[in-house]
Protein backbone atom coordinates (compact mmCIF):
# COMPACT_ATOMS: atom_id res chain seq x y z
CA UNK A 1 0.00 0.00 0.00
CA UNK A 2 1.42 3.49 -0.54
CA UNK A 3 0.86 6.32 1.85
CA UNK A 4 1.32 10.15 1.81
CA UNK A 5 3.49 11.58 3.74
CA UNK A 6 2.58 15.77 4.37
CA UNK A 7 4.62 18.63 6.03
CA UNK A 8 2.26 21.07 6.23
CA UNK A 9 1.67 24.77 7.44
CA UNK A 10 2.39 25.87 4.08
CA UNK A 11 -0.07 28.37 2.20
CA UNK A 12 -0.99 26.77 -1.39
CA UNK A 13 -0.70 29.20 -4.59
CA UNK A 14 -0.51 28.72 -8.02
CA UNK A 15 -3.07 27.17 -10.79
CA UNK A 16 -4.17 23.54 -10.79
CA UNK A 17 -6.65 21.98 -13.60
CA UNK A 18 -9.73 19.89 -12.01
CA UNK A 19 -10.23 16.80 -14.11
CA UNK A 20 -13.15 15.27 -15.70
CA UNK A 21 -15.85 14.10 -13.29
CA UNK A 22 -15.37 11.07 -11.65
CA UNK A 23 -19.03 9.87 -11.16
CA UNK A 24 -20.60 11.69 -14.00
CA UNK A 25 -17.86 9.13 -16.55
CA UNK A 26 -18.74 5.97 -14.56
CA UNK A 27 -22.97 6.16 -15.65
CA UNK A 28 -21.95 6.48 -18.89
CA UNK A 29 -19.40 4.25 -19.02
CA UNK A 30 -21.80 1.69 -17.98
CA UNK A 31 -24.51 3.12 -20.33
CA UNK A 32 -22.20 2.42 -23.15
CA UNK A 33 -23.53 -1.01 -22.91
CA UNK A 34 -26.79 0.26 -24.86
CA UNK A 35 -24.81 1.31 -27.88
CA UNK A 36 -24.60 -0.45 -31.23
CA UNK A 37 -21.38 0.92 -32.27
CA UNK A 38 -18.20 2.20 -30.80
CA UNK A 39 -18.50 5.04 -27.92
CA UNK A 40 -15.55 7.74 -27.27
CA UNK A 41 -15.83 9.69 -23.82
CA UNK A 42 -13.70 12.06 -23.48
CA UNK A 43 -11.68 13.78 -20.12
CA UNK A 44 -12.30 10.56 -18.19
CA UNK A 45 -10.39 10.78 -15.00
CA UNK A 46 -7.35 7.82 -14.32
CA UNK A 47 -8.20 7.48 -11.24
CA UNK A 48 -9.17 3.50 -9.45
CA UNK A 49 -13.04 3.02 -10.11
CA UNK A 50 -12.65 3.79 -13.92
CA UNK A 51 -9.99 0.69 -13.53
CA UNK A 52 -12.94 -1.27 -11.68
CA UNK A 53 -16.03 -0.41 -13.92
CA UNK A 54 -13.81 -1.22 -16.52
CA UNK A 55 -13.20 -4.35 -15.47
CA UNK A 56 -16.76 -5.06 -14.80
CA UNK A 57 -17.68 -4.71 -18.36
CA UNK A 58 -14.48 -6.79 -19.56
CA UNK A 59 -16.58 -8.98 -18.33
CA UNK A 60 -19.86 -8.48 -19.63
CA UNK A 61 -18.17 -8.70 -23.01
CA UNK A 62 -17.37 -4.76 -23.46
CA UNK A 63 -13.90 -3.57 -24.51
CA UNK A 64 -12.69 -0.59 -23.16
CA UNK A 65 -9.46 0.83 -24.55
CA UNK A 66 -7.47 4.14 -23.54
CA UNK A 67 -6.32 6.13 -26.46
CA UNK A 68 -3.52 8.26 -26.80
CA UNK A 69 -5.30 11.26 -26.11
CA UNK A 70 -7.00 10.13 -22.62
CA UNK A 71 -10.35 9.29 -24.09
CA UNK A 72 -11.84 6.04 -23.94
CA UNK A 73 -12.59 3.89 -26.92
CA UNK A 74 -15.83 1.55 -25.22
CA UNK A 75 -17.21 -1.30 -27.75
CA UNK A 76 -19.48 -3.97 -27.13
CA UNK A 77 -17.56 -7.44 -28.01
CA UNK A 78 -19.54 -10.07 -26.93
CA UNK A 79 -23.37 -9.43 -26.20
CA UNK A 80 -23.73 -12.79 -24.76
CA UNK A 81 -22.46 -12.54 -20.72
CA UNK A 82 -24.83 -10.71 -18.78
CA UNK A 83 -23.67 -11.14 -14.83
CA UNK A 84 -21.47 -8.88 -13.32
CA UNK A 85 -19.32 -10.84 -10.45
CA UNK A 86 -19.46 -9.76 -6.64
CA UNK A 87 -15.69 -9.40 -6.37
CA UNK A 88 -15.72 -6.47 -8.74
CA UNK A 89 -18.79 -5.16 -7.96
CA UNK A 90 -18.91 -4.86 -4.41
CA UNK A 91 -15.47 -2.65 -4.67
CA UNK A 92 -17.00 0.36 -5.80
CA UNK A 93 -21.43 1.50 -6.02
CA UNK A 94 -21.22 2.96 -9.32
CA UNK A 95 -20.81 -0.76 -10.70
CA UNK A 96 -24.56 -1.47 -10.12
CA UNK A 97 -25.54 0.89 -12.88
CA UNK A 98 -24.68 -1.90 -15.11
CA UNK A 99 -28.04 -2.76 -14.40
CA UNK A 100 -30.26 -1.10 -16.55
CA UNK A 101 -28.50 -1.12 -19.12
CA UNK A 102 -27.80 -4.72 -19.48
CA UNK A 103 -31.18 -5.09 -19.06
CA UNK A 104 -32.30 -2.92 -21.52
CA UNK A 105 -29.99 -4.05 -24.16
CA UNK A 106 -29.64 -7.51 -23.49
CA UNK A 107 -32.87 -8.58 -21.80
CA UNK A 108 -31.25 -10.09 -18.44
CA UNK A 109 -28.89 -8.76 -15.83
CA UNK A 110 -27.37 -10.82 -13.14
CA UNK A 111 -25.88 -8.38 -10.84
CA UNK A 112 -24.32 -8.48 -7.53
CA UNK A 113 -25.29 -6.10 -5.01
CA UNK A 114 -23.19 -3.27 -4.47
CA UNK A 115 -20.04 -2.47 -2.39
CA UNK A 116 -18.29 1.31 -2.24
CA UNK A 117 -17.73 3.53 0.91
CA UNK A 118 -18.98 2.50 4.38
CA UNK A 119 -21.36 5.67 4.12
CA UNK A 120 -24.11 4.10 5.98
CA UNK A 121 -27.58 2.00 4.69
CA UNK A 122 -28.02 2.66 0.82
CA UNK A 123 -30.31 0.41 -0.31
CA UNK A 124 -31.16 0.00 -4.41
CA UNK A 125 -34.93 -0.47 -3.56
CA UNK A 126 -35.62 2.26 -5.83
CA UNK A 127 -33.58 0.59 -8.58
CA UNK A 128 -35.17 -2.10 -8.54
CA UNK A 129 -38.82 -0.67 -8.10
CA UNK A 130 -38.50 1.48 -11.25
CA UNK A 131 -37.15 -1.16 -13.50
CA UNK A 132 -39.82 -3.56 -11.95
CA UNK A 133 -42.21 -0.54 -13.22
CA UNK A 134 -40.89 -0.77 -16.60
CA UNK A 135 -41.90 -4.57 -16.74
CA UNK A 136 -38.91 -6.54 -15.44
CA UNK A 137 -39.00 -9.79 -13.64
CA UNK A 138 -36.61 -9.39 -10.57
CA UNK A 139 -35.86 -11.56 -7.83
CA UNK A 140 -32.59 -11.64 -5.34
CA UNK A 141 -30.72 -14.53 -5.18
CA UNK A 142 -27.45 -15.18 -2.66
CA UNK A 143 -26.75 -11.50 -2.86
CA UNK A 144 -27.31 -11.09 -6.55
CA UNK A 145 -30.16 -9.27 -8.54
CA UNK A 146 -31.44 -10.78 -11.42
CA UNK A 147 -33.53 -9.14 -13.58
CA UNK A 148 -35.44 -10.67 -16.79
CA UNK A 149 -37.75 -8.79 -19.53
CA UNK A 150 -39.34 -9.88 -22.75
CA UNK A 151 -39.68 -6.31 -23.58
CA UNK A 152 -39.46 -3.11 -21.23
CA UNK A 153 -42.67 -0.33 -21.66
CA UNK A 154 -42.88 3.31 -20.63
CA UNK A 155 -43.93 4.11 -17.37
CA UNK A 156 -44.96 6.77 -14.43
CA UNK A 157 -42.31 6.31 -11.95
CA UNK A 158 -41.15 7.76 -8.95
CA UNK A 159 -38.08 7.44 -7.74
CA UNK A 160 -37.86 10.11 -4.39
CA UNK A 161 -36.74 8.42 -1.33
CA UNK A 162 -36.51 9.13 2.42
CA UNK A 163 -33.30 11.31 1.45
CA UNK A 164 -34.43 12.56 -1.25
CA UNK A 165 -33.47 11.14 -4.85
CA UNK A 166 -31.10 8.43 -5.91
CA UNK A 167 -28.19 9.58 -8.10
CA UNK A 168 -27.41 6.05 -9.36
CA UNK A 169 -31.38 4.80 -9.64
CA UNK A 170 -32.14 7.52 -12.01
CA UNK A 171 -29.14 6.43 -13.76
CA UNK A 172 -30.33 2.77 -13.83
CA UNK A 173 -33.97 3.58 -14.83
CA UNK A 174 -33.13 6.97 -17.10
CA UNK A 175 -30.69 4.50 -19.09
CA UNK A 176 -33.20 1.22 -19.40
CA UNK A 177 -36.03 3.27 -20.60
CA UNK A 178 -34.09 4.65 -23.53
CA UNK A 179 -35.12 1.40 -25.11
CA UNK A 180 -38.28 0.72 -23.36
CA UNK A 181 -41.41 0.81 -26.07
CA UNK A 182 -43.26 4.27 -25.01
CA UNK A 183 -42.79 6.85 -22.60
CA UNK A 184 -41.36 6.87 -19.45
CA UNK A 185 -41.91 9.86 -17.05
CA UNK A 186 -39.50 9.66 -13.95
CA UNK A 187 -40.49 11.69 -10.88
CA UNK A 188 -38.68 12.49 -8.13
CA UNK A 189 -35.64 12.12 -10.27
CA UNK A 190 -31.90 13.32 -8.97
CA UNK A 191 -31.21 17.07 -10.36
CA UNK A 192 -27.22 16.45 -10.38
CA UNK A 193 -25.18 17.85 -13.22
CA UNK A 194 -24.15 14.49 -13.59
CA UNK A 195 -27.44 13.11 -14.58
CA UNK A 196 -27.98 16.21 -17.04
CA UNK A 197 -24.10 14.63 -18.64
CA UNK A 198 -25.97 11.02 -18.59
CA UNK A 199 -28.44 12.31 -20.58
CA UNK A 200 -26.36 14.25 -23.01
CA UNK A 201 -24.36 11.58 -23.71
CA UNK A 202 -27.64 9.08 -24.24
CA UNK A 203 -29.06 11.87 -26.24
CA UNK A 204 -25.94 11.95 -28.28
CA UNK A 205 -26.13 8.03 -29.11
CA UNK A 206 -30.07 8.93 -30.31
CA UNK A 207 -31.95 8.29 -27.21
CA UNK A 208 -34.75 11.01 -26.90
CA UNK A 209 -34.87 12.60 -23.04
CA UNK A 210 -35.91 16.05 -22.02
CA UNK A 211 -35.90 17.17 -18.39
CA UNK A 212 -32.53 16.20 -17.09
CA UNK A 213 -31.71 18.53 -14.03
CA UNK A 214 -35.12 18.73 -13.24
CA UNK A 215 -37.04 16.85 -11.11
CA UNK A 216 -39.82 15.14 -13.72
CA UNK A 217 -37.82 13.45 -16.66
CA UNK A 218 -39.64 12.05 -19.82
CA UNK A 219 -37.95 9.37 -22.16
CA UNK A 220 -39.64 8.75 -25.26
CA UNK A 221 -38.05 5.12 -26.02
CA UNK A 222 -36.10 4.13 -29.36
CA UNK A 223 -35.27 0.73 -30.78
CA UNK A 224 -31.56 1.23 -30.97
CA UNK A 225 -28.72 3.69 -29.49
CA UNK A 226 -25.99 4.61 -32.35
CA UNK A 227 -22.24 5.13 -31.38
CA UNK A 228 -20.71 8.36 -30.81
CA UNK A 229 -18.31 10.92 -28.60
CA UNK A 230 -19.08 12.88 -25.58
CA UNK A 231 -17.27 14.83 -23.00
CA UNK A 232 -17.72 14.73 -19.58
CA UNK A 233 -18.22 17.70 -17.51
CA UNK A 234 -15.62 18.82 -14.92
CA UNK A 235 -15.76 17.24 -11.60
CA UNK A 236 -17.42 19.49 -9.80
CA UNK A 237 -16.17 17.62 -6.02
CA UNK A 238 -12.47 17.35 -7.29
CA UNK A 239 -12.98 21.25 -7.76
CA UNK A 240 -14.54 21.95 -4.37
CA UNK A 241 -11.52 20.37 -2.71
CA UNK A 242 -8.97 22.05 -4.44
CA UNK A 243 -10.48 25.49 -3.45
CA UNK A 244 -10.82 24.04 0.42
CA UNK A 245 -7.35 23.32 0.15
CA UNK A 246 -6.59 26.86 -0.90
CA UNK A 247 -8.84 28.11 2.08
CA UNK A 248 -7.51 25.65 4.80
CA UNK A 249 -4.12 26.58 4.31
CA UNK A 250 -4.36 30.51 4.04
CA UNK A 251 -3.33 30.50 0.44
CA UNK A 252 -4.30 31.61 -3.04
CA UNK A 253 -5.13 28.87 -5.99
CA UNK A 254 -7.01 29.20 -8.88
CA UNK A 255 -8.70 26.15 -10.30
CA UNK A 256 -9.12 25.84 -14.27
CA UNK A 257 -11.98 23.42 -15.46
CA UNK A 258 -14.14 24.60 -12.76
CA UNK A 259 -17.93 25.55 -13.79
CA UNK A 260 -19.95 28.06 -11.55
CA UNK A 261 -23.04 26.82 -11.69
CA UNK A 262 -21.88 23.16 -10.27
CA UNK A 263 -20.09 24.82 -7.13
CA UNK A 264 -22.94 27.37 -5.94
CA UNK A 265 -23.74 25.94 -2.94
CA UNK A 266 -19.90 25.23 -2.04
CA UNK A 267 -18.53 28.70 -2.97
CA UNK A 268 -21.62 30.06 -0.83
CA UNK A 269 -20.04 28.51 2.47
CA UNK A 270 -16.54 29.52 1.53
CA UNK A 271 -18.19 32.89 1.03
CA UNK A 272 -19.40 32.70 4.10
CA UNK A 273 -16.06 31.86 6.11
CA UNK A 274 -14.59 34.80 4.55
CA UNK A 275 -12.76 33.48 1.41
CA UNK A 276 -12.65 36.01 -1.49
CA UNK A 277 -13.36 34.47 -4.49
CA UNK A 278 -13.27 35.48 -7.96
CA UNK A 279 -14.98 33.36 -10.92
CA UNK A 280 -16.01 33.26 -14.33
CA UNK A 281 -17.69 30.66 -16.18
CA UNK A 282 -15.08 27.82 -16.27
CA UNK A 283 -12.75 28.77 -13.21
CA UNK A 284 -12.25 29.71 -9.77
CA UNK A 285 -10.15 31.14 -7.46
CA UNK A 286 -10.13 31.66 -3.44
CA UNK A 287 -7.93 33.89 -1.37
CA UNK A 288 -7.78 33.31 2.36
CA UNK A 289 -5.95 35.75 4.06
CA UNK A 290 -7.05 35.01 7.50
CA UNK A 291 -8.46 32.02 9.76
CA UNK A 292 -11.87 30.84 8.11
CA UNK A 293 -14.96 31.85 9.97
CA UNK A 294 -17.38 29.44 11.61
CA UNK A 295 -19.21 27.73 9.01
CA UNK A 296 -23.19 26.60 9.47
CA UNK A 297 -23.56 23.64 6.59
CA UNK A 298 -26.43 21.85 6.12
CA UNK A 299 -25.74 19.30 2.92
CA UNK A 300 -28.89 17.85 0.94
CA UNK A 301 -28.78 16.90 -2.79
CA UNK A 302 -28.05 19.43 -5.34
CA UNK A 303 -28.22 22.47 -5.96
CA UNK A 304 -27.50 22.08 -2.22
CA UNK A 305 -24.11 21.83 -0.66
CA UNK A 306 -23.07 17.96 -1.68
CA UNK A 307 -22.55 15.55 0.93
CA UNK A 308 -19.22 14.15 -0.84
CA UNK A 309 -17.49 17.77 -0.14
CA UNK A 310 -19.39 17.61 3.51
CA UNK A 311 -15.92 15.86 5.26
CA UNK A 312 -13.72 18.55 3.55
CA UNK A 313 -15.68 21.52 4.54
CA UNK A 314 -15.73 19.73 8.48
CA UNK A 315 -11.75 19.93 8.12
CA UNK A 316 -11.77 23.57 7.31
CA UNK A 317 -13.88 24.25 10.40
CA UNK A 318 -11.56 22.56 12.32
CA UNK A 319 -9.33 25.81 12.32
CA UNK A 320 -12.42 28.44 11.87
CA UNK A 321 -12.26 31.27 14.53
CA UNK A 322 -15.28 30.15 16.39
CA UNK A 323 -17.83 27.27 16.55
CA UNK A 324 -19.30 25.46 13.47
CA UNK A 325 -21.99 23.12 13.09
CA UNK A 326 -22.13 20.60 10.16
CA UNK A 327 -25.16 18.95 9.04
CA UNK A 328 -25.34 15.55 7.49
CA UNK A 329 -28.36 15.74 5.59
CA UNK A 330 -27.76 13.17 2.84
CA UNK A 331 -26.19 10.43 4.58
CA UNK A 332 -26.50 10.62 8.11
CA UNK A 333 -23.44 8.37 9.54
CA UNK A 334 -20.77 9.98 7.01
CA UNK A 335 -18.79 11.44 9.99
CA UNK A 336 -15.46 8.56 9.92
CA UNK A 337 -13.82 11.08 9.20
CA UNK A 338 -14.04 12.72 12.59
CA UNK A 339 -11.84 10.58 14.84
CA UNK A 340 -9.02 10.62 12.73
CA UNK A 341 -9.27 14.93 12.78
CA UNK A 342 -9.32 14.47 16.33
CA UNK A 343 -5.70 13.12 16.39
CA UNK A 344 -4.49 15.95 14.49
CA UNK A 345 -6.18 18.13 17.93
CA UNK A 346 -9.22 18.94 16.11
CA UNK A 347 -12.08 19.19 18.60
CA UNK A 348 -15.33 17.66 17.39
CA UNK A 349 -18.12 16.46 18.86
CA UNK A 350 -21.17 14.44 17.19
CA UNK A 351 -24.47 15.70 18.18
CA UNK A 352 -26.71 12.98 16.31
CA UNK A 353 -26.80 14.08 12.41
CA UNK A 354 -24.18 16.56 12.85
CA UNK A 355 -20.47 17.50 14.03
CA UNK A 356 -20.39 20.56 16.23
CA UNK A 357 -16.44 21.81 15.89
CA UNK A 358 -14.88 24.50 17.79
CA UNK A 359 -11.88 25.36 15.91
CA UNK A 360 -8.41 26.04 16.59
CA UNK A 361 -5.65 28.16 15.68
CA UNK A 362 -3.49 25.31 14.08
CA UNK A 363 -3.77 21.99 14.15
CA UNK A 364 -0.59 19.32 14.96
CA UNK A 365 0.60 16.63 12.19
CA UNK A 366 -0.02 12.87 13.54
CA UNK A 367 -0.42 9.22 11.64
CA UNK A 368 -3.75 9.36 9.83
CA UNK A 369 -5.59 6.32 7.93
CA UNK A 370 -8.73 6.88 5.36
CA UNK A 371 -11.60 4.94 5.82
CA UNK A 372 -13.12 6.25 2.53
CA UNK A 373 -12.87 8.39 -0.40
CA UNK A 374 -14.63 11.98 0.80
CA UNK A 375 -13.04 11.05 4.14
CA UNK A 376 -9.36 10.62 3.04
CA UNK A 377 -9.44 13.88 1.05
CA UNK A 378 -10.69 15.85 4.22
CA UNK A 379 -7.88 14.21 5.97
CA UNK A 380 -5.40 15.18 3.00
CA UNK A 381 -6.58 19.06 3.69
CA UNK A 382 -6.15 18.84 7.52
CA UNK A 383 -2.59 17.92 7.17
CA UNK A 384 -1.76 20.37 4.99
CA UNK A 385 -3.13 22.22 7.02
CA UNK A 386 -1.43 20.89 10.72
CA UNK A 387 2.04 22.28 11.78
CA UNK A 388 4.74 19.06 11.09
CA UNK A 389 4.47 16.06 9.48
CA UNK A 390 1.29 13.78 9.06
CA UNK A 391 1.30 9.80 7.32
CA UNK A 392 -2.05 9.27 5.68
CA UNK A 393 -2.09 5.81 5.33
CA UNK A 394 -4.47 3.77 3.08
CA UNK A 395 -4.52 6.24 0.52
CA UNK A 396 -6.05 3.75 -2.01
CA UNK A 397 -9.21 5.33 -0.78
CA UNK A 398 -8.42 8.79 -2.45
CA UNK A 399 -6.92 7.11 -5.27
CA UNK A 400 -10.94 5.81 -6.42
CA UNK A 401 -11.77 9.49 -7.07
CA UNK A 402 -8.51 12.06 -6.94
CA UNK A 403 -6.14 11.46 -10.04
CA UNK A 404 -2.99 12.32 -8.92
CA UNK A 405 -4.00 14.24 -5.88
CA UNK A 406 -0.32 14.59 -4.84
CA UNK A 407 0.85 15.87 -8.09
CA UNK A 408 -2.09 18.56 -8.12
CA UNK A 409 -1.44 19.35 -4.86
CA UNK A 410 2.45 19.80 -5.13
CA UNK A 411 2.16 21.82 -8.09
CA UNK A 412 0.96 24.71 -5.69
CA UNK A 413 3.31 24.35 -3.40
CA UNK A 414 2.55 21.80 -0.62
CA UNK A 415 5.25 19.33 1.04
CA UNK A 416 3.77 15.88 -0.62
CA UNK A 417 4.93 12.50 -1.35
CA UNK A 418 3.75 9.45 -2.13
CA UNK A 419 5.93 6.77 -0.47
CA UNK A 420 5.40 2.75 0.53
CA UNK A 421 3.98 2.18 3.53
CA UNK A 422 6.58 0.18 5.20
CA UNK A 423 4.26 -0.43 8.06
CA UNK A 424 3.52 -4.18 8.25
CA UNK A 425 -0.09 -5.43 7.95
CA UNK A 426 -2.03 -6.37 11.53
CA UNK A 427 -3.88 -9.57 11.58
CA UNK A 428 -7.24 -8.94 10.81
CA UNK A 429 -6.63 -5.52 9.05
CA UNK A 430 -8.44 -5.00 5.59
Known amino acids: MDLLRITGDTPLTGTVTAGGSKNAALPIMAASILATEPVLIERVPEVVDVTTLSAVLAQLGVEVKRQDDGALRIETVDSSPTRADYELVRRMR ?7 PLLARRRRAVVSLPGGC ?9 HLAGLAALGAKLRIDRGYVIAEADELRGADISLLGPHGAT ?26 PEIVDLADFLNTLGARIVGAGEATIEIVGVEHLNGGTHRVIPDRIEAATLLIA ?18 GGVLDVLDRAGAELSVSANSVSILMQNRPRPIQVTTCPYPGVPTDVQPQLTALATIAEGRSEIVEGVFPDRFMHVPELKRLGARIERAGHAAVVDGLRRLVGAELMASDLRGGAALVLAALAAEGVSLVRRIYHVDRGHEQIERKLARLGAQIERCRDQQPAKVGSS
Do not use: Y
Open 94 to 100: ASFCVLG
Open 118 to 126: NLGDRPVDL
Open 167 to 192: VTGTANVMSAATLARGTTIIRGAARE
Open 246 to 263: GAITGGNVHVKNARLEHL
